[in-house]
């Protein structure tokens, strides 16, 4: 199978702890700390590569976090190509809370990138590109990055090969249009993309079919948390419910829900059986600290406890 080759420009070092009690104005004693190599398609490659699929990742890199972020990366041997930036790599920073069992997320900006930064990238790509069977561009774009670089990269793919994104806002919305396979937002997401509330799975999967149909995109998945997610494309609209689990950590669910749905496509399975492995990928990411992810062992057995049922 081609490799699933995954864009990253804005990512991170996502350093995650736990503290007693997370309160104001106090030292807060943390433990149990962990680095993990973040940003959407770092993420995705990550899981891509615990299912031996062959994956390649490219992501900007810069400065001394840069530096962990790429030794985390190569520790998991996930093949890349590192586009050095002037600027600094991010951490972002979870602190689970013992008394209530609540994660607190912090999301720094990150560095801003050149033009000629951005080039580079976009270049990257394409070389990496010219054999890929999967294009995932993943994650939100550095700061003042131009709106429409989803589009840049879009542009630069060579042709006939199925792009996936997953990021939100003015930078998703600048970047439908044709060439785009496949979106990934949160029913918040969507709300933002669409304009309008969204209330329920009537209307979820209503928005979805609109812009399957306008063109904007061949499929999008709409991920709901506890409450499953969506697959809508041309003639079919399908409903996962997800497994009910005690979760650990939210964060990377959607990542993996991503990386198991790609997987699945560019393997030739049916819609249903997509969102299914999709879906039980999310839910195995809950169970893991950290920026974990999901693990092939929790993946097949959550899967056998996801309903899927069409719209």
Known sequence: MSPIVTLTLNPAVDVSSRAAQVVPG??????????????????VAR?????????HA??????????????????????????????????????????????YRFVLPGPELSAFELDTCLSALARA???????VASGSLPPDAPIDSYRRVCAALPK????????????????LGPGLTLIKPSRRELEQLT???????????????????????????????EDGALLVGRGFSLEATAPTIDPISTIGAG?????????????????TAALRRATAAGSAALLSSGTAL??????DELAARVEIRSL
């Not at 899981?47 to 994956?55: H, Q, S, Y």
């Not at 890199?61 to 972020?69: D, I, K, S, V």
């Not at 979805?208 to 709409?222: D, G, K, S, Y």
Request: with cysteine; net charge negative; glycine share 10%.
């Open 129 to 135: 590109a010219s054999t890929a069977g999967y294009v």
């Open 255 to 271: 990542d993996s829900f991503l990386a198991l749905l790609v997987l699945s496509l560019s393997e030739g399975r049916s819609p």
């Open 26 to 43: 106090h030292k807060l004693r943390c433990h149990d700390v962990r680095h993990d190599a973040g940003g959407g398609g770092i993420n």
């Open 294 to 299: 999901c693990h092939p062992a929790q993946v």
């Open 160 to 175: 006939g090969i199925p792009f996936a994104l997953d990021t939100s806002g003015d930078a998703l919305r600048h970047a």
């Open 195 to 225: 304009g309008t509330a969204l209330p329920d799975r009537t209307a979820l999967s209503q928005a979805a079919r609109r812009l399957v149909e306008q063109r904007n995109t061949e499929m999008v998945a709409v991920t709901l948390g």
């Open 58 to 103: 490219v992501f900007t890199c810069g400065g001394p976090t840069g530096n962990l972020l790429e030794r985390l990366v190569r520790h998991e041997e996930v093949p890349c190509t590192v586009v050095q930036i002037a600027g600094d790599t991010r951490e972002d920073f979870a602190v689970s809370s013992e008394d209530n069992g609540m994660q």
């Open 47 to 55: 899981v891509l590569r615990r299912f031996g699929t062959d994956t």
